[in-house]
């Protein structure tokens, strides 16, 4: 009784302090830490390994993480979980196929692409979704400067948003007349942000580059050349002048407009409006020899996204995140974004509601539309070299995507109460087509090719 009491005391004295800092009182964070018994509503899973290792980058995506364990989810579910930051995406793969680590927050093209056969090869499966949307792209002070004049500007004389790629094409051309190559960084390979940057620009009629077997920088007939940074380096490598601009994640597009160093133009909700971001992935091993523990680490990360998503607690959340442990940023930096605002240049601060959206839009439901997106942008950009049939698109989602497991662990949180019947997708594991992207083209994950084909800038499929 004496431990369970110490410990008890110790997570109060933790949260509290945790609370106070993000403008709770001491009262309330008491009363919420008294709860951290098991509800008498859980249903409690035959636990196989309650003991576990989850990995992560400091991004303020892996939000879902940090809020299960801080409040105790995980713990309620019976598995006693320690979260380790990692240096960056290559070592957060190396390490789950590893099997060093149980599970991580990855980037959604991570499991896909170990399983389409670029870059390392693995069976990775993802039960959840982190999130949606989320990151930026954001250039340097002088590249904005020669930006702006081709921005419309709104009534009150700010510029009008979204700002595409084609603000940014004289620039380029500017660069290139002088012999000096334009960069850009965006944080690997197989990242959202690769696709995305890839994206804004192509719309533009940019070319970002081509993957061959001899390029494995995506560089070929680049008009912009696109180079790996891990994302909190991006500010510095940008103030060093080594890159002109970058897509990552937050906190560090507002890193550059707090350091006065850039300017974010867009953010990836204009491009890919409510997009797919991170991922919550473990091995298929693991999963199968651990089918209850992936339902309930399923289960606390499902519970965390949707009390993320309660803009009263987002205050907390940034308390949270901004310890050293998590993310590390100051949280003024952090409550930038999570908050319902984003800011571009200094003072110009919009708002932003679905910027960081963790449960909303089932944005929790591994949906294998979303996983045939990135296999198309690996296509079109030449990381799959060779033509597949549009099956193949749709057994690849498969291995990775588990909604399976998602269903399972949503099934019992109804059950327990903490989700409502509506909480759950009627789905055949695909979303409804969409134009809802900064060209207007329009994407139907059941017809993979027929996107593919629809760019004017790529390759194409017979």
């Not at 509503?41 to 309650?50: D, M, S, V, Y």
């Not at 749709?394 to 949180?413: C, F, G, I, Q, S």
Request: aromatic fraction near 12%; proline fraction near 6%; hydrophobic fraction near 35%.
């Amino acid at each position: 009784m004496k431990t369970v009491s110490f410990k008890s005391l110790l997570l109060v004295a933790i949260t509290t302090f945790i609370y106070a800092c993000s403008g709770g009182t001491a009262q309330e964070t008491s009363s919420e830490s008294t709860q951290k018994e098991v509800p008498s509503n859980t249903i409690q899973l035959a636990i196989e390994k309650p003991q576990l290792t989850f990995g992560f980058i400091k991004l303020t995506d892996m939000a879902p993480l940090a809020i299960a364990k801080e409040l105790g989810y995980f713990e309620e579910e019976g598995l006693f979980v320690s979260i380790e930051a990692q240096a960056n995406w290559k070592n957060v793969l190396d390490r789950v196929i590893d099997g060093q680590l149980d599970g991580s927050h990855m980037l959604a093209g991570q499991p896909i692409a170990a399983q389409a056969g670029f870059g390392r090869q693995g069976n990775l499966q993802t039960p959840f979704s982190m999130d949606l949307n989320g990151n930026g792209i954001t250039v340097s002070n002088e590249v904005w400067s020669k930006m702006k004049p081709n921005v419309p500007l709104t009534e009150d004389g700010l510029p009008k948003h979204p700002i595409t790629a084609d603000a940014l094409v004289p620039v380029i051309d500017e660069y290139k007349n002088s012999n000096k190559p334009f960069k850009m960084g965006m944080v690997f390979p197989v990242s959202t942000h690769n696709y995305e940057i890839r994206y804004w620009l192509a719309a533009a009629g940019i070319n970002p580059g081509f993957y061959t077997a001899d390029n494995t920088q995506g560089q070929i007939d680049a008009d912009v050349l696109l180079s790996v940074t891990p994302p909190p380096q991006m500010p510095n490598t940008l103030e060093a002048g080594t890159i002109y601009g970058y897509c990552v994640g937050e906190p560090w597009n507002q890193q550059a407009v707090f350091k006065g160093i850039g300017v974010p133009v867009t953010t990836n909700y204009d491009i890919w409006k409510n997009n797919p971001e991170k991922v919550f992935v473990m091995t298929k091993q693991f999963i199968n020899e651990n089918p209850n523990t992936a339902i309930a680490v399923t289960k606390a990360l499902i519970r965390a996204g949707k009390w993320l998503d309660n803009p009263a607690n987002r205050a907390k959340a940034v308390g949270i995140l901004s310890k050293p442990d998590y993310v590390g940023a100051d949280s003024t930096v952090i409550a930038n974004s999570m908050t319902g605002t984003f800011e571009f240049e200094k003072g110009d601060k919009r708002s932003m509601e679905d910027f960081n959206v963790f449960f909303k839009y089932n944005a929790t439901y591994p949906f294998y539309s979303d996983a045939i997106w990135f296999l198309t942008q690996m296509r079109r950009w030449g990381q799959i070299p060779e033509t597949k049939q549009n099956s193949w698109y749709h057994e690849t989602a498969k291995k990775v995507y588990r909604p399976d497991v998602w269903r399972k662990a949503a099934d019992l949180l109804v059950k327990e109460g903490y989700l409502d019947q509506s909480d759950i997708p009627a789905t055949d594991g695909y979303k409804p087509a969409t134009s809802d992207f900064i060209d207007g083209n329009t994407y139907d994950g059941k017809d993979p090719i027929g996107y593919i084909n629809s760019f004017s800038i790529g390759n194409k499929d017979q």
